[in-house]
């Protein structure tokens, strides 16, 4: 069974600073997807951002950035330029190539403060 | 835009009673998902299907059930609800296996 785990509850960055939020999985599969969620108070949970493991290029969408390390099972979050609207928490998944199932971390919660 | 609801974002309900949340997508997406999500625990999935009346159990599927008897709509079932049930309740769509998944708002189910 894949597991994902992250290692910080809770996480603050000032506003317009970097933060990185931190993610692990286990697997023994060769393809597979993980991604990001977003998940802001009391609003729907969102996806963040999509990595396919078959690529070695680290995925981007605007302030959104991954290191995607696969030898070391890794997929961490980058966000660049924080702001107020990025107060959510976040969740990290892993989908097998072939399961319908995400399987979820236990989520950070990011507090950026103004 | 892609929309996925659910019948109640808040629910409170006895011990013993039977509890139906729907949910319903207007995506035309093949599978649906249930998750249950408590502080500290993340998301869990009871049940996902990926087609009309067809179901598959996930993580913890134990006091649920579920039915699916079109396409858009996937409803959760608590026949006995008890106090550990509450929590919040998502549901998702997605069009493929591994594909981004959409989720609704919640419910948010208190068993007293």
């Known amino acids: 069974a894949q597991t994902v785990t992250q290692s910080q509850p809770e996480m603050s960055v000032q506003e317009a600073e970097t933060v990185t939020l931190s993610c692990t999985y286990d697997?023994?599969?060769?393809?597979?997807?993980l991604f990001w969620y977003k998940q802001p108070p009391s609003r729907q949970m969102i996806l963040v951002i999509r990595q396919e493991a078959y690529k070695q290029q680290n995925a981007t969408e605007n302030r959104f950035s991954v290191n995607f390390q696969k030898a070391a099972k890794s997929f961490s979050l980058k966000i660049s330029d924080s702001q107020l609207g990025d107060t959510a928490m976040y969740f990290c998944?892993?989908?097998?190539?072939?399961?319908?199932?995400?399987?979820f971390g236990k989520g950070t919660k990011l507090s950026v403060i103004p | 835009d892609v929309k996925v609801t659910q019948s109640s974002r808040y629910l409170v309900k006895r011990t013993g009673e039977k509890v139906f949340l729907e949910c319903v997508q207007d995506m035309d997406h093949e599978n649906m998902f249930w998750y249950r999500q408590d502080p500290g625990l993340g998301l869990r999935l009871i049940y996902f299907?990926?087609?009309?009346?067809?179901?598959e159990k996930g993580d913890i599927p134990e006091g649920y059930s579920v039915s699916r008897e079109k396409k858009e709509r996937f409803s959760l079932i608590l026949e006995s609800a008890s106090t550990n049930q509450t929590s919040m309740y998502l549901c998702?769509?997605?069009?493929?296996?591994?594909?981004?998944?959409?989720f609704g708002p919640g419910t948010r189910l208190t068993v007293l």
């Open positions: 998702a769509s997605s069009l493929y296996r591994f594909d981004e998944q959409f």
């Open positions: 998944a892993f989908s097998g190539a072939g399961s319908y199932q995400l399987t």
């Open positions: 697997t023994s599969e060769s393809n597979y997807y």
């Open positions: 299907s990926y087609d009309v009346k067809m179901k």
